[in-house]
């Protein structure tokens, strides 16, 4: 019998070729998927604020002045009449 049919596995220079290949494939996609993370930290900080604005507005158009704070988004300040009172501004759940 030949030695060579009675041996398994790779060789070295396969194994190299390999890690060639995905050395090659990780320096291509990890700074796709670092931007793509990034955009959407910027989509959602861009959503919160657009959020905020929508319940400040709405805050300022009830009320007829700006909150002292976020928490008068939420609930109702003793200086507020109950009559130009909307249950919550802004909604923490979401």
Do not use: C
Not at 47 to 70: D, E, F, M, N, Q
Not at 83 to 93: P, S
Request: zero cysteines; aromatic letters at 10%; hydrophobic letters at 45%.
């Amino acid at each position: 019998m030949n030695n060579k049919s009675l041996r398994s596995g790779f060789t070295f220079i396969e194994l190299i070729i390999a890690l060639a290949i995905l050395a090659v494939l990780s320096v291509v996609i990890i700074p796709g998927t670092f931007r793509y993370l990034k955009q959407s930290k910027i989509t959602k900080t861009e959503t919160t604020l657009g959020t905020l604005r929508t319940a400040i507005s709405s805050y300022y158009a009830s009320v007829g002045k700006y909150p002292t704070s976020l928490t008068d988004l939420i609930r109702k300040p003793a200086d507020v009449p109950l009559k130009k009172w909307v249950d919550k501004f802004l909604d923490l759940d979401d």
